[in-house]
């Protein structure tokens, strides 16, 4: 089983920065692929971005490419989203996800095995 904690999620004003983190406990965090998802109010979840085992590669929605960062830093078992230039259509509860699939899309949420709680993101207009 991994655990994950989701934090850093808040109430931020359109062009304004936020980070988000994911705290990951149980098995070894650097067995897993991390990837971030959101779903608004009324939607579906959809894919936001993903990081591979190493962090050798990363994967972006076209929605975000250019404004978020996903990093993750395997000494700290922790995952995280930088978004920047957010915008109101970026509201969302974000979560945070892991895989241990080497193979497949990352774009496809139900690759991922382990999920955590979510955390609001609320951009103002």
């Known amino acids: 089983q991994v655990q994950l904690v989701e934090s850093g999620g808040g109430l931020v004003q359109a062009g304004g920065s936020l980070r988000l983190s994911c705290a990951a406990s149980g098995r070894t965090f650097s067995n897993y692929a991390m990837g971030w998802f959101r779903q608004a109010p009324g939607k579906g979840r959809e894919f936001v971005a993903a990081?591979?085992?190493?962090?050798?590669?990363?994967y972006y929605a076209d929605s975000v490419k250019g404004r978020f960062t996903i990093s993750r830093d395997n000494a700290k078992n922790t995952v995280y989203l930088q978004m920047n230039s957010l915008k109101p259509e970026d509201t969302a509860v974000y979560y945070c996800a892991a895989r241990a699939a080497r193979s497949g899309s990352y774009l496809n949420q139900y690759a991922y095995d382990y999920w955590g709680q979510g955390t609001q993101v609320t951009v103002s207009s």
């Open positions: 990081i591979t085992w190493t962090g050798g590669s990363t």
